[in-house]
């Protein structure tokens, strides 16, 4: 089993879903401390004439500052206003009801209740991976009951849970790998593969300026899921710490 491992974002670049596609099963990391200012409840979407601008989801400043506890302060209003700042690309963007749809879609899957965080970000990721007909099996870390009593150093969350979980190999972004140690891993049996940051280009229209790694939101309003998951059966692995 190829393990991967994140912490859930709110619809995230493209590079976040090419290590999904690489991987058997998935973890939602959500044994953190909540980042304000952080993919967590943000991304990036393109704007006319000025770049780019931030599309956020507010969350209650009450609520516990473990990640797997924030919760979204209002869903419905937070949806709302994410989709009208959807609509700049509503006349030059091919695919903008598709992906309207997508993000539509995402927040009604949630209800209008006490919704986490977390919760809305699987939503979002399991829709976006659907679109692009990429395999998504996911676990939530908080409710897998692991025991993390031997972290030591940040680079060995991930090689606990993959352990305690049996996986043969784990997949990470090539930006993390400063924090692993090669001679851990090869001690417990366990493959390291990366992957490369993804420099995918496309062309916009209208009054955009392209910027590379928004949001994934961005990609599909003008390229379509078929041509981004194209892109992505593209991408190699770099395999550095073999066990």
């Known amino acids: 089993m190829r393990l991967g491992i994140m912490q859930p974002y709110f619809f ?12 058997d099963k998935w973890v939602v990391f959500d044994v953190v401390k909540y980042q304000s200012k952080h993919w967590m409840n943000r991304n990036r979407i393109l704007e ?13 400043k009450r609520s516990s500052r473990e990640l797997s506890d924030i919760a979204v302060k209002d869903p419905r209003q937070a949806g709302e206003k994410i989709l009208r700042q959807l609509g700049v690309y509503r006349h030059a963007a091919p695919h903008y009801d598709a992906v309207h749809a997508l993000v539509e879609e995402t927040f009604a899957s949630v ?20 679109m692009l007909g990429i395999a998504f099996d996911y676990e939530i870390c908080s409710g897998l009951g692991l ?22 190999a784990y997949v990470n972004p090539s930006g993390g790998k400063a924090i692993f140690k090669p001679e851990d891993w090869r001690a417990r049996g366990i493959d390291i ?7 995918f280009r496309y062309e916009v229209g209208g009054k955009f300026t ?34």
């Open 48 to 60: 006319p004439n000025k770049g780019e601008q931030y599309v956020t989801v507010p969350v209650d």
């Open 111 to 130: 209800g209008e209740g006490p919704v986490r965080l977390r919760d809305l970000n699987v939503a979002g990721l399991e829709k976006t991976c659907a």
């Open 147 to 168: 025991d993390f009593s031997n972290v030591q150093h940040a680079g060995q969350w991930a090689l606990e849970i993959c352990d305690q979980l049996g996986a043969a």
């Open 210 to 243: 392209f910027l590379p790694n928004l949001s994934i939101l961005d990609c599909l309003m003008w390229v379509g899921a078929e041509e981004v998951r194209g892109y992505l059966d593209t991408l190699p692995l770099d395999r550095d710490f073999a066990a």
């Open 12 to 23: 995230p670049y493209v590079g976040y879903f090419d290590v999904i596609r690489k991987t």
């Open 193 to 199: 593969a990366f992957t490369r940051m993804p420099d």
